[in-house]
């Protein structure tokens, strides 16, 4: 469990922070980078929830609590160390992909299928999850681009890849199934 007595340690003040294992990097760092983007997505996903109903909220909350999981992944470099750790490392298990699709086939299954692309916006609830699929999008593409210099699990890259697809689902579900969804029109301004 984490205990946090002090919340400035002034051990950052040079430009480098601790990762999962107790080695140092650069805040600028590409594996920094990656989970500071998941932190971001986290924060939007507070946003979000702020207009979600019961069911949609508690759906969200595991989210937030799985994004903490990555977050911690991908804080956590060299995982051929994971065995000899003093702690196990916190990695994305294939049960939390699994979650994921199973929610956004029951979610699919109400849905009218989509004839257009859709644009952001609808709902507040339905916008802020839109904006939640765009930062995850950027989540995951620091995290493919970690994984090309670095060790990353690809677990949790998958997470991020699937999770757009939820956050795409549910938007469509805020925007009173889909029915209220803003529709792309080609060419409609020129």
């Excluded at 950052?12 to 920094?32: E, I, P, Q």
């Excluded at 699990?153 to 803003?182: C, H, T």
């Amino acid at each position: 469990m984490v205990v946090l007595n002090k919340i400035y340690t002034r051990t950052g003040d040079a430009g480098t922070t601790a990762l999962g294992d107790g080695s140092r990097a650069a805040k600028h760092s590409a594996r920094v980078a990656s989970y500071g983007n998941v932190d971001e997505l986290n924060s939007t996903l507070g946003l979000a929830r702020l207009h979600a109903t019961a069911e949609t909220d508690e759906a969200l909350a595991r989210i937030q609590n799985d994004l903490f999981d990555v977050g911690a992944d991908l804080c956590r470099p060299d995982m051929e160390k994971d065995a000899d750790a003093e702690y196990p490392p916190l990695r994305v298990t294939s049960a939390q992909v699994d979650r994921l699709e199973v929610e956004i086939d029951a979610m699919t299954k109400v849905l009218e299928p989509l004839r257009s692309f859709i644009l952001p916006g609808g709902t507040d609830l339905a916008a802020h999850l839109h904006l939640c699929r765009t930062v995850c999008r950027r989540a995951e593409r620091g995290a493919t681009e970690l994984a090309q210099i670095e060790t990353v699990n690809p677990v949790a890259i998958k997470y991020l890849n699937r999770l757009s697809d939820w956050f795409f689902v549910a938007g469509r579900m805020a925007n009173n199934g889909g029915k209220d969804d803003v529709l792309w029109v080609p060419g409609a301004n020129r």
